[in-house]
């Protein structure tokens, strides 16, 4: 019965993966956050020399909404301040976000090595915020614990919080000529 519901789940996550026409970044971009259920966050470091001050890249499991739906655009985390990565953020709340299509079965069905830019990827930049209680935290709350179930039972006493990346900046690589922009309205208004 599992076994066939996570079947279903697979067979469904392959059959959305129709990644949006190359000229169209934003929408990829969308598409590509949306496809995505975790991405290397980059912090700067605050640990101590000769590391701090220096970039440092951990992995976070992200969500933008339930994988069957658009979803919002919005990469939610579900963070504590035990987290190494989180420690430099409470110093600086600027980081960058990156998601590629590598993380799924469209490149390694479609041959594409990841560091080719036809294995579609997204470097977001911004501030990590944390969500306030109320209707955004309930919608971080069923984006992330929809797709990352183990969530709910992660230890109390961490004192576990849900956060976004407020975005600033967003570029795509989604194609030959060089890496694209995309501003964050035109992100935010496309339609994945
Ligand atoms: C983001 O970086 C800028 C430039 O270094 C800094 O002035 C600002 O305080 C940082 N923002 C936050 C929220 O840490
Ligand atoms: C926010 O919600 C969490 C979890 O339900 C609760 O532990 C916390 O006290 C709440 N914070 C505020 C400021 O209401
Ligand atoms: C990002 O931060 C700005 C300025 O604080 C705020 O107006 C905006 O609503 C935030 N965006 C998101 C997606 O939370």
Not at 29 to 43: I, N, Q, Y
Not at 162 to 169: C, E, G, R
Request: with cysteine; glycine share 6%.
């Amino acid at each position: 019965m599992r076994a066939l519901a996570m079947l279903l789940l697979v067979g469904a996550a392959a059959g959305a993966l129709g990644i949006p026409p190359h000229e169209d970044a934003a929408r990829v971009a969308r598409f590509v956050a949306h496809s995505c259920d975790w991405g290397a966050l980059a912090t700067l470091s605050a640990q101590d020399l000769p590391m701090r001050g220096q970039p440092f890249a951990n992995v976070f499991s992200v969500s933008d909404g339930p994988r069957r739906s658009t979803g919002s655009g919005v990469p939610y985390m579900y963070l504590t301040a035990l987290d190494v990565s989180v420690r430099d953020l409470q110093v600086n709340a600027n980081a960058s976000l990156t998601v590629s299509l590598a993380q799924t079965s469209y490149c390694k069905n479609k041959g594409y090595d990841p560091q080719s830019p036809l294995c579609a990827h997204v470097i977001f930049s911004g501030i990590v915020e944390k969500v306030p209680n109320g209707t955004e935290a309930d919608f971080a709350k069923t984006a992330l614990f929809s797709r990352h179930p183990e969530m709910a039972s992660w230890p109390r006493d961490h004192n576990w919080y849900f956060a976004k990346l407020n975005i600033t900046s967003v570029w795509v690589l989604d194609y030959f000529g060089g890496i694209k922009t995309v501003t964050p309205e035109d992100y935010f208004h496309a339609t994945p």
